[in-house]
C-alpha cells in the first residue's frame, strides 16, 4: 500500500493461494470475537479493536513466520514489525469509520455490518503487507519512482479516510453557524461571503441536514484543489512533481483539514489553486484565454472568502516587476477579468449596499488581526509551523529563500519569480501586520498553495550520501517519518473522535476539545431540561446560547426532538454575528428562559462586566449537566434557567463581573 521506506516495486505474493487459509481463520476469529463481545454487552469501539488485533496478530504470524532468514541487508524484524503496527493503524481507522457509517448512518444492525468491516480489513493488511511490510530482495527504485509509489497510496487513503468520516464525525460549531447561514439564504451575510452558505444548501439538499450533507461541498473542493494543484505543478515542473505536490496537500494538517471540515476555507482553498493556475497560463504561458478563467477563479474565490485578495496584490506585484507580464497592462483581457470578478462578487455588493456596509466595515477592521494589539510574530511562526509541520515549514523556507541556482534561463527565472512573489507577498502582508497585532492561526494556511510545487520538486532530488549532509539533505530525509506521523494521526484522531478508544477518557485531555465537540449528545440532555421545564411551567422555553454564536447554531442543527425556540446572546446586548439580522431583539416575557453555554462564566456575564442575571426574573444559579453515553462521561454543559427575561433596560455594570474580566 505505502511505499515509504525504499523498497521497489514487487509483485503481489506468488504463493498467494498459501494466505487463503490464514486469510479465513483471521476474518472467522475476528467475527467471533466481535459477536461474542457484542453479544456479552461491550459496546462498539471494544469489540471491533479486540476482533481487530486478534486477526491482525494472526495474520502477522503467518507472514512473519516462513521469513525466519531476511535477504534484504539492514533490514530486521523490528523493522518489519513497525511497518505492520502502522499498516495496522491505518486499518483500523478505516475499519472503525466504515462501522460507524454502517451502524450509525445507515443503521444497519452491527452483525451485518462487521462483514464488510472484516473484508476492508482483510484487504488493507494484505495490501499493505506486499507493498510495505514485507522486504523485497529487489533493486533500489529511483526516487521519482518511490515518491510516486508512495504518493498514490498515500492520496487514496486519504481520499478514502476523509469520505468516510465526513458523515459520523460530529459537526464543529464554525460548521453549524455555516449551515445556518443556509437556513437563511441571503446575498451574503455579515462576517464571511455566500459560497460556503450555497455549497451547504447544495450539499444538504441532496443528503438532508447531516454531517454528509454540510460537509460534501469541502470533500468536493479538497478535490478540485487536488486538480488544479497538479495541473499548476505539472506546468511548472513535470507530472511526476505535481503527483508529489498533491501527496503534500494531502497530507500537511491545514490541507488535510480544509478537505474535510465545511468552513470558508474550504471553497477559498480551492479557488486559490484554481485562481493560481490560470494566472501561471496567463502570465507564465502567456495564454489570452486564461484571463478568462483568472476572472472566474477570483470572483468565486472572493465569494467564499476575501482573503484571496491578497492574491490579486500578489498579480499585480509580478505585473509590475516581470517586464513579460507587464505587456499585459497594455491589452483588455486583465481588465476583462477585473470586471468579471467584479460581476460574481456582486451580489456581496448589492447586500453590504442594502445594510450600511456592515460586512465589508467589519472585515476590514479584522485586517489587523484579532485586536489585542500584541507583537504576534513568534507566535504567527509557530501558527505556519502547526499548519505545515516543522519540516513543512523548513521545506518551505528553504524554497523561499534565495540560494545558488546552477540554472538561470529566463524560464525557470521567470518561474522561480512567480513563486516568489505569489507566496512571498501574502506572507509578507501577514508578517508586517503581526508586528502590531496577532493573527488567527488559520488565516495563513492558503498562502502556501503556490510552495507546494517548489517543495514538491525538492523532494524528488538525489540525497547527497557522501561527506556531510546539507540541510536541504536532512528535510528530504525527515519527510518520511513526517508523512507516517500525519497518517498514523490523523487516523488515530478520527477514530477517537467517533468511536473513542476503550480505557482512554475524552475530558482532561485537552482542555476546550470536549466543549466544542459532542454537541449531539449534549443537545439530547438540553431538550430534556427544556420538556421538564415545559411539563412544569406550561409554557415554551426559550434556549438562548450564550457564545456569539457557536452554542445557539450547534444546538439548532442538533434538535431532532421537538423544535426548540433559540437565540443568542445578543438579546443581551452582546454581539451576536448574524445572530443580530436574524433576530435582532427579544421583548420582555415570562416565559421561561433556559442559557446555555461551554463555560460557566458564559452564564453570568457578558462583555463591558455586565450582569446577565439583573436582566432574568427569578434566574436559578448556574447547573452542569454531565453528558454520558454508553456508561462513559463525553462532557459537560452548564445551564441556568430563569423565569423570564425583563430586556436590555436592566442592563447594569457588575463589580463582579469586572473583577473576573481583570482576573
Known amino acids: 500500500m505505502?511505499?515509504?521506506?525504499?523498497?521497489?516495486?514487487?509483485?503481489?505474493?506468488?504463493?498467494?493461494?498459501?494466505?487463503?487459509?490464514?486469510?479465513?481463520?483471521?476474518?472467522?476469529?475476528?467475527?467471533?470475537?466481535?459477536?461474542?463481545?457484542?453479544?456479552?454487552?461491550?459496546?462498539?469501539?471494544?469489540?471491533?479493536?479486540?476482533?481487530?488485533?486478534?486477526?491482525?496478530?494472526?495474520?502477522?504470524?503467518?507472514?512473519?513466520?516462513?521469513?525466519?532468514?531476511?535477504?534484504?541487508?539492514?533490514?530486521?524484524?523490528?523493522?518489519?514489525?513497525?511497518?505492520?503496527?502502522?499498516?495496522?493503524?491505518?486499518?483500523?481507522?478505516?475499519?472503525?469509520?466504515?462501522?460507524?457509517?454502517?451502524?450509525?448512518?445507515?443503521?444497519?444492525?452491527?452483525?451485518?455490518?462487521?462483514?464488510?468491516a472484516i473484508a476492508a480489513t482483510a484487504v488493507m493488511l494484505y495490501l499493505g503487507s506486499v507493498f510495505y511490510v514485507i522486504p523485497s530482495g529487489n533493486a533500489l527504485p529511483s526516487p521519482e519512482a518511490d515518491w510516486?509509489?508512495?504518493?498514490?497510496?498515500?492520496?487514496?487513503?486519504?481520499?478514502?479516510?476523509?469520505?468516510?468520516?465526513?458523515?459520523?464525525?460530529?459537526?464543529?460549531?464554525?460548521?453549524?453557524?455555516?449551515?445556518?447561514?443556509?437556513?437563511?439564504?441571503?446575498?451574503?451575510?455579515?462576517?464571511?461571503?455566500?459560497?460556503?452558505?450555497?455549497?451547504?444548501?447544495?450539499g444538504t439538499s441532496i443528503f438532508g441536514n447531516s454531517e454528509f450533507g454540510v460537509r460534501v461541498g469541502a470533500f468536493l473542493c479538497g478535490l478540485i484543489t487536488m486538480g488544479y494543484l497538479f495541473a499548476l505543478t505539472r506546468?511548472?515542473?513535470?507530472?511526476?512533481?505535481?503527483?508529489?505536490?498533491?501527496?503534500?496537500?494531502?497530507?500537511?494538517?491545514?490541507?488535510?483539514?480544509?478537505?474535510?471540515?465545511?468552513?470558508?476555507?474550504?471553497?477559498?482553498?480551492?479557488?486559490?489553486?484554481?485562481?493560481l493556475y490560470y494566472l501561471e497560463q496567463a502570465l507564465i504561458a502567456q495564454r489570452e484565454r486564461a484571463w478568462l478563467g483568472v476572472g472566474i477563479a477570483f470572483g468565486l474565490g472572493i465569494?467564499?472568502?476575501?482573503?484571496?485578495?491578497?492574491?490579486?496584490?500578489?498579480?499585480?506585484?509580478?505585473?509590475?516587476?516581470?517586464?513579460?507580464?507587464?505587456?499585459?497592462?497594455?491589452?483588455?483581457?486583465?481588465?476583462?477579468?477585473?470586471?468579471?470578478?467584479?460581476?460574481?462578487?456582486?451580489?456581496?455588493?448589492?447586500?453590504?449596499?442594502?445594510?450600511?456596509?456592515?460586512?465589508?466595515?467589519?472585515?476590514s477592521g479584522r485586517v489587523r488581526g484579532v485586536g489585542d494589539d500584541e507583537f504576534g510574530l513568534f507566535e504567527l511562526i509557530l501558527h505556519?509551523?502547526?499548519?505545515?509541520?516543522?519540516?513543512?515549514?523548513?521545506?518551505?523556507?528553504?524554497?523561499?529563500l534565495p540560494g545558488t541556482r546552477q540554472n538561470n534561463s529566463v524560464s525557470i527565472c521567470r518561474r522561480r519569480l512567480f513563486i516568489m512573489v505569489f507566496t512571498g507577498v501574502p506572507l509578507a502582508i501577514f508578517l508586517i501586520l503581526s508586528i502590531f497585532d496577532t493573527q488567527r492561526f488559520h488565516w495563513t494556511g492558503p498562502l502556501w498553495l503556490m510552495a507546494l510545487p517548489a517543495m514538491a520538486s525538492m523532494m524528488g532530488k538525489m540525497r547527497n550520501f557522501s561527506g556531510n549532509p546539507t540541510i536541504a539533505d536532512r528535510v528530504m530525509a525527515a519527510w518520511r517519518p513526517t508523512i507516517l506521523a500525519c497518517l498514523v494521526c490523523y487516523?488515530?484522531?478520527?477514530?477517537?473522535?467517533?468511536?473513542?478508544?476503550?480505557?482512554?477518557?475524552?475530558?482532561?485531555?485537552?482542555?476546550?476539545?470536549?466543549?466544542?465537540y459532542f454537541w449531539r449528545q449534549a443537545t439530547m440532555g438540553i431538550e430534556q431540561i427544556v420538556e421538564d421545564t415545559r411539563r412544569q411551567t406550561g409554557q415554551e422555553p426559550i434556549v438562548v446560547?450564550?457564545?456569539?454564536?457557536?452554542?445557539?447554531?450547534i444546538v439548532t442543527f442538533y434538535n431532532r426532538g421537538k423544535p426548540m425556540e433559540i437565540r443568542s446572546r445578543n438579546i443581551f446586548g452582546d454581539s451576536g454575528a448574524m445572530y443580530d439580522?436574524?433576530?435582532?431583539?427579544?421583548?420582555?416575557?415570562?416565559?421561561?428562559?433556559?442559557?446555555?453555554?461551554?463555560?460557566?462564566?458564559?452564564?453570568?456575564?457578558?462583555?463591558?462586566?455586565?450582569?446577565?442575571?439583573?436582566?432574568?426574573?427569578?434566574?436559578?444559579?448556574?447547573?452542569?449537566?454531565?453528558?454520558?453515553?454508553?456508561?462513559k462521561s463525553l462532557r459537560g454543559v452548564y445551564y441556568r434557567i430563569a423565569h423570564g427575561y425583563l430586556g436590555k433596560e436592566y442592563r447594569q455594570i457588575s463589580p463582579k463581573c469586572a473583577e473576573e474580566k481583570h482576573t
Open 545 to 553: 446560547g450564550m457564545s456569539k454564536w457557536s452554542v445557539a447554531s
Open 148 to 202: 510516486r509509489i508512495a504518493s498514490f497510496g498515500i492520496i487514496a487513503f486519504v481520499i478514502l479516510l476523509r469520505l468516510i468520516y465526513i458523515g459520523v464525525a460530529q459537526l464543529i460549531p464554525d460548521e453549524a453557524y455555516y449551515w445556518n447561514y443556509a437556513q437563511h439564504m441571503d446575498l451574503s451575510f455579515y462576517d464571511h461571503p455566500p459560497m460556503v452558505a450555497w455549497l451547504i444548501w447544495l
Open 2 to 116: 505505502l511505499e515509504l521506506a525504499g523498497v521497489g516495486r514487487r509483485p503481489l505474493f506468488p504463493d498467494h493461494s498459501r494466505f487463503a487459509v490464514p486469510g479465513l481463520l483471521a476474518a472467522f476469529l475476528d467475527g467471533l470475537l466481535f459477536e461474542s463481545l457484542m453479544s456479552y454487552g461491550a459496546n462498539l469501539a471494544l469489540s471491533h479493536i479486540v476482533g481487530f488485533l486478534a486477526a491482525a496478530t494472526l495474520h502477522y504470524w503467518f507472514i512473519s513466520r516462513p521469513r525466519l532468514l531476511y535477504d534484504l541487508a539492514g533490514y530486521s524484524r523490528w523493522t518489519e514489525l513497525g511497518r505492520f503496527l502502522v499498516i495496522c493503524v491505518l486499518a483500523l481507522s478505516v475499519r472503525g469509520g466504515l462501522l460507524a457509517v454502517l451502524i450509525q448512518a445507515w443503521d444497519i444492525p452491527p452483525a451485518a455490518a462487521i462483514l464488510p
Open 384 to 400: 505556519f509551523a502547526v499548519l505545515l509541520t516543522p519540516t513543512g515549514l523548513l521545506a518551505a523556507a528553504l524554497v523561499l
Open 235 to 275: 506546468n511548472l515542473y513535470d507530472s511526476a512533481t505535481g503527483i508529489r505536490a498533491v501527496l503534500l496537500l494531502a497530507i500537511l494538517p491545514f490541507f488535510f483539514a480544509t478537505g474535510a471540515l465545511m468552513t470558508t476555507d474550504a471553497p477559498l482553498v480551492a479557488a486559490w489553486a484554481a485562481t
Open 581 to 631: 439580522l436574524w433576530y435582532p431583539s427579544e421583548s420582555p416575557t415570562t416565559r421561561p428562559v433556559i442559557l446555555v453555554g461551554m463555560w460557566q462564566d458564559n452564564l453570568e456575564c457578558v462583555r463591558d462586566s455586565i450582569e446577565i442575571g439583573k436582566m432574568l426574573a427569578n434566574p436559578d444559579p448556574v447547573r452542569q449537566l454531565a453528558i454520558t453515553e454508553n456508561g
Open 303 to 363: 465569494l467564499s472568502k476575501y482573503t484571496l485578495g491578497l492574491v490579486g496584490i500578489a498579480a499585480l506585484v509580478f505585473v509590475i516587476i516581470d517586464p513579460v507580464a507587464r505587456r499585459w497592462l497594455r491589452h483588455p483581457y486583465p481588465y476583462l477579468a477585473v470586471l468579471l470578478a467584479l460581476l460574481l462578487f456582486s451580489p456581496v455588493i448589492i447586500w453590504n449596499m442594502e445594510h450600511g456596509w456592515m460586512s465589508i466595515l467589519f472585515q
Open 491 to 516: 487516523a488515530i484522531a478520527l477514530h477517537y473522535l467517533v468511536l473513542g478508544f476503550p480505557g482512554i477518557p475524552y475530558q482532561g485531555i485537552y482542555k476546550g476539545f470536549p466543549e466544542h
